[in-house]
């Protein structure tokens, strides 16, 4: 019943040799790397823009009739 999640092949050199011998920077070699950094540099972006509205609103004040 559990041989499926136990008496699985070690496929530890096989993925070593595959990320090694790529020549594209590190951050990139795994398969869904692209995906994963894409998303995480949109984020950031958005949350510096948010920053940045924030900060400018702060510094504009409200309007002197209000």
């Known amino acids: 019943m559990l041989n499926s999640l136990v ?3 070690n ?3 096989e993925k070593q040799k595959f990320v ?3 020549t ?3 951050y990139y070699r795994l398969p ?3 995906l994963y950094v894409g998303s995480y540099y949109a984020i950031f972006a958005l949350g510096m ?3 940045a509205y924030g ?3 702060l ?5 002197a009739g209000e």
Request: glycine share 4%.
């Open 7 to 9: 008496y699985k092949p």
């Open 11 to 13: 496929r530890v050199v």
């Open 20 to 22: 090694q011998s790529q």
């Open 24 to 26: 594209a920077p590190i």
């Open 32 to 34: 869904r790397s692209k």
């Open 49 to 51: 823009v948010s920053s």
């Open 55 to 57: 900060a400018f609103q």
């Open 59 to 63: 510094i504009k004040g409200k309007p």
